[in-house]
């Protein structure tokens, strides 16, 4: 299944894939940004791959230059019992991927997620708002760069006035 | 005459219904908000519905009232360090979530625990479905009207958790397992209650379904109400039971055989209806097939040790640490830095009795993870709410929520 995987991806998006690779069994295939959707409606469309189940979005702040955030898709076929992982990067200040939505209706939370926690945007979704945080928050929580103990004043108590802080 | 009536009403302060509402007088569209704190939604769950008369025309489900950062908190504590916070998450299961846990982190350390302890945790974690299952069937009956089940699961559940107490040494918050291995060794006198519950169990169960499978109340309150077809279902990801109730054998206890599973002899029960009562049979099945597994395990309980010899990576026994130069010094390391797994992601995902409860790591080769999602269950299952709900009265929300058996502590992390 593997290595069927492998040769359908690379034979029909050659210079979109730009790395194959396993850990623990498990097959990582980092693609570009701007393809994510065509891949992902060809793996669910596939007669034989079938990769019909969206287990998981979530984001992933790398922290570094280039490529510093990462938008991990887990996929499942119910038919080959079998897991795939897409993952593609995107940086500052075009912090746009295309949703998935339209492939799986799954994913429409999944993104709002991702983008409550790195303010990755994903074009195309219905309805990107804020999931877990307030709705006027001003930061994403999960980036390296938010402290964990929170930035004091950015939610106010009740009747309180809302602190602006100068972020240099 | 009529113009006088009307101009003493305006003097009263009637209001133009007319005008003010946008020509619908009546009000037949209207928009409702149950929640978060609201006794049917189990937890802080806030529906907004838009209502037509009695009939629900569209649910927006809103969350983040039990949001805590969990997975910002992982990232600034070592492996071992998270464990007590993955009980908090399904709080009637926690000990699926410890296992679950340990099975992505030992995934990524390479490391295996050894068969004892691998049968100890099919023992606990099929233990937590039955009493997980049990606290879904006695709510969702008191939802639907009938409160004696809800005692009687209570009291069985109360049995669990005394199990619980003689094994792990509490009963709710347990944080039991280890990195490669179980925090200590099932007692001869856990392993009698085990039995003895067992034993007991199957015929408590009869007696709770006496009084539902034949209850007219209950069946035409849940008898094709919160309907999803396969392809809704599938396409919207849900998981666990929900997912059995459509007509998918999907289970990652036979898809993706973990820890002994694959050697154990069970079955998946699967229906085909996709309606609360469908959901309902299926949970009864599972509680039945949990207890034969438990009764395999007991049998083929192994004995050896339970915890893997990996000095890198699991914590030594405390007589060792006050007794050898080496273990003092890993036990010094490994609870200031963390043990170092290799650099590199690794997803394992478990059956978990309300779905598929993964955990997705990202390593870069030190003690604390770099990043730590939690693919939740009850997070997806709730996204399938609006479909579930849409076109049934007002009446049947409490039975459709009830139903997925959602836990806000886990969808909200």
Known sequence: ?168 | MEEKIEKVIESLGRRNIETELGGDPLGTEMILNVGPQHPATHGVLRLVLKLDGEYIVDAVPELGYLHRGKEKIAENMTFLEFLPHTDRMDYLAPLSNNTAYMLAVEKLFGIEAPKRAQYIRVIVSELSRIASHLVWLGTFAMDVGALTVFMWCFREREKILSIFDLVTGVRFTTSYTRIGGVAQDITDEAIHAIKEFIDNFPKELEQMEKLLNKNRIFIERTDGIGVITKEQAIDIGLSGPNLRAVGVPRDLRKDEPYLVYNELDFDIPVYEEGDCLARYYVRLDEMRESVKIVRQCIEKLPSGPVNADEPKATHPKKERIYTKMEELIHDFILTNFGGTPPVGEVYHAVENPKGELGFYIVSDGTGYPWRLKVRSPSFTNIQALPLMLKGYMIADLVAIIGSIDPVMGEADK
């Open chain 1, 1 to 168: 299944m593997k290595d069927k995987v492998i040769e359908k991806l690379t034979s029909l998006f050659k210079d979109n894939i730009i790395e194959v690779s396993e850990f623990r069994g498990e097959l990582t295939i980092v693609v570009k940004k701007e393809k994510i959707l065509e891949i992902c409606k060809f793996l669910k469309e596939d007669q034989e791959l079938s990769f019909d189940y969206l287990v998981d979005i979530c984001g992933v702040d790398y922290y570094r230059e280039k490529n510093r955030f990462a938008v991990v898709y887990n996929l499942w076929s119910l038919k080959n019992k079998f897991r795939l992982r897409l993952k593609v990067y995107a940086d500052e200040p075009d912090l746009v991927v295309p949703s998935v939505t339209s492939v799986w209706s799954a994913a429409n939370w999944h993104e709002r997620e991702t983008f409550d926690m790195f303010g990755i945007k994903f074009s195309g979704h219905p309805d990107l708002r804020r999931i877990y945080m307030p709705e006027d928050f001003e930061y994403y929580p999960l980036r390296k760069d938010f402290p964990l103990q929170g930035i004091p004043g950015s939610i106010p108590l009740p009747g309180q006035e809302k602190v602006k802080i100068q972020r240099d």
